[in-house]
């Protein structure tokens, strides 16, 4: 490791084989603390290039636990985190939302870094038991069109980074791995990023694969639709700077967000949201969120018609439904 960062203290980047090389010795334990510690805070320092973050996905993927899930058409709604916003869990409750919906969803969440409440946390106070049983998670799938993969459990190479990444408590590469790093390699995928530059590093990746995939960034910060202003929407096949109001939805302000400063403020706001009692703000940003999901994983639905079916998945309790065969009635902890 000494020679790694020599490497890149002397302003040098890894290659992509490099990048893989080391990741793979990391979580091997090949380093101590001190030295994972200072190369996490390289790229906290500078922005990782795409080979880098493409080599560390290739080694993420190659240490993982893997969850095929042939024949599901399956898709991800997960941001990177990192943006340091403390919205509600606006991708946890989409992923219902598009569940409830009719299309599967194979939701890879973790424990919050940055944030009060990541969607382990929440899943964790509603009593949710993490597992990676494949039987378990298919089951899921075909009774509530969901699944939620913990990272921890399925990445345990990682457990000699996770208490320094705990630690430091700011973003690092491994929150713009997240979503890319799904264990069940869903064709289809929504994912929020924390920066522009971040969004371009996706695009470059996701073209190099069959997936159909929407990266969002909201200009203002947000690693997801967040309503509060102009966002970057990059897909397949275009690019563009959406204003919200072009899609019919109104501009929402940052407080209209607020996900609360404990696990517990965080659920009570997950469940009445859920539960078709949100405010209109909370609920049309779930619905653009949700929606635009359902547009990714079937690209021939009429964009509109798809916000239609979200808001139906959650004002008429199709999502809820979802919910509760996840998770089992009467142990719903609010």
Same mark, same amino acid.
């Given at each position: 490791m000494k020679e790694i960062l020599n490497h890149l203290t002397a302003y040098k980047s890894l290659d992509r084989g490099l990048a893989k090389e080391v990741l793979i010795n990391l979580a091997k334990g090949e380093y101590n603390h001190s030295q994972i510690a200072a190369f996490l805070t390289v790229f906290i320092m500078r922005s990782v290039t795409v080979e880098e973050l493409g080599g560390f996905k290739d080694a993420m993927l190659e240490l993982c636990i893997q969850l095929p899930l042939d024949g599901y058409d399956a898709i #991800?709604?997960?941001?990177?985190? !990192?943006?340091? *916003?403390?919205?509600? @869990?606006?991708?946890?409750?989409?992923?219902?939302?598009?569940?409830?919906?009719?299309?599967?969803?194979?939701?890879?969440?973790?424990?919050?870094?940055?944030?009060?409440?990541?969607?382990s946390n929440l899943m964790t106070h509603f009593g949710y038991e993490f597992t990676n049983e494949r039987d378990r998670l298919l089951r899921d799938l075909d009774q509530a069109g969901i699944c939620f993969l913990h990272a921890p459990l399925f990445h345990p190479a990682m457990k000699n980074v996770a208490p320094i990444r705990k630690e430091l408590g700011v973003k690092t590469f491994f929150n713009m791995l997240g979503p890319m790093v799904n264990p069940s390699q869903p064709k289809n995928q929504l994912v929020g990023v924390f920066s522009l530059e971040l969004a371009?590093?996706?695009?470059?990746?996701?073209?190099?694969?069959?997936?159909?995939?929407?990266?969002?960034?909201?200009?203002?910060?947000? #690693?997801?639709?967040?309503?509060? !202003?102009?966002? *970057?929407?990059?897909? @397949?096949?275009?690019?563009?700077?959406?204003?919200?109001?072009?899609?019919?939805?109104?501009?929402?302000?940052p407080q209209d967000l607020s996900g609360g400063s404990t696990v517990e403020e965080a659920a009570k706001i997950f469940w009445k949201v859920l539960n078709g009692q949100g405010t209109l703000a909370q609920n049309e940003v779930v619905v653009a969120n949700a929606g635009l999901a359902l547009h990714c994983a079937r690209p021939e639905l009429n964009r509109s018609i798809a916000f239609d079916e979200a808001r139906e998945s959650l004002m008429q309790g199709k999502a809820l439904k979802s919910f509760k065969k996840l998770i089992g009635d009467g142990i719903i902890n609010v």
């Open positions: #991800d709604l997960c941001g990177t985190g !990192g943006d340091s *916003k403390d919205s509600f @869990n606006i991708s946890t409750l989409s992923s219902f939302v598009v569940a409830g919906a009719g299309q599967n969803v194979a939701k890879h969440g973790n424990y919050g870094v940055s944030s009060v409440c990541g969607s371009r590093l996706y695009a470059y990746l996701y073209q190099q694969t069959d997936k159909n995939y929407s990266i969002v960034h909201s200009l203002d910060g947000y #690693d997801e639709v967040s309503l509060t !202003g102009p966002f *970057k929407w990059i897909s @397949n096949d275009q690019e563009a700077l959406i204003d919200p109001t072009e899609w019919g939805f109104n501009i929402c302000k």
